[in-house]
């Protein structure tokens, strides 16, 4: 595509009518479908050992159809109402490909075993959750109206998603395993036995405060030390906040955290059952206090993290820096002098004040933290 064209694309208008809206869900649908095609293909490499089983493949296979269907007649609409063909091609594209594979009627290839492997249908079944339940909510109540849903570095922080959870396996071992291998010794018994044999929501709450707890000062620490400032500097790298934001964080910064967040749970013996509930809302509760969501929670804004608690950690504002560590609870930062929560303000700008992090490029991002130290000529 020559610059002229490019230009052409971003001039266009893209409001309900310009077949911008039909090009994108084309395009997002033909993709979905294509990366299911392919689970169904390779499912021992690209499927969770957790999931296979659960999943209703006629009930998929006839959910698959209607997707590639969609994505096909969406390119179609958008190709005939818009000036630049190319985002309603590039979704057929998809879908041609998806069907050159086998379509919804794509064999399960391969012996399935619970070796290694990559969570693309983790990273499918999310990324259709969170937007299915963010996006609306985002359009429907923004923070800022002038807010694109594909606003500036969208798709780094799609990829921060997207390896998240296409790597879960990995994250998972870097999660539990040092707390059980290296901290079997100091494990009691009785305490676990006691612990986890409470109520459900007892161990659920209890996980939560402890959790939120530890975290609260590895989050502190990642801001006070130099050295491990540098990985978590990425995440404050993100100067729009929404969902997606949320993801951005360096590899290290993921692992650290949660490696030691999980250390006292692992400790005290609580139960996989309310662990496995934890695991889920938190990955909800973390994506929520990012959003780009106004709307405030009543009393409830002052019990639990909401997205204008957790969007002045964000601020570029030094004023304000350093406060709200927690990421469930407030009183936490209240507990320890380092909160912040005005009535009704949200910060003016987010970010980090060092030129040196990079706005943008997941791989850019990932060899900050080891390059070498900007000195002030650097700067200059
Ligand atoms: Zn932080
Ligand atoms: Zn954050």
Redesign the pocket.
Known sequence: MNPDAIQIVESEPKHFGTGWISGVLSVCLGAVGLLAVLCFHYPALLTMPELRAMYPVPYVRALLFLILTASFVLGGISIYLRRSRSIGGIGILLTMIAVMFGGSSVPVDGELGNGPFLGLDWFLLNIIAFSAIFVPIEHRFPLRREQPIFREFWKTDLAYFFVSHLFVQFVTIVTLRPAMIFFDWATIPAVRTFVGGQHYVIQFVGIMIIADLTQYWVHRAFHQIPFLWRFHAI?HSAQTMDWLA?SRLHLVDIAFTRALSYLPIYLLGFAEGPLFAYIIFVSFHATF??SNFRFEFGPLKWLFATPRF?HW??TADLTFADKNFAVHLPFIDRLFGTYYFPRTEWPERYGVDDPGVPSSGFFAQLSYPFGRKATPTDES
Do not use: L
């Open positions: 995440h949320g206090i990012h957790h950690h964000h």
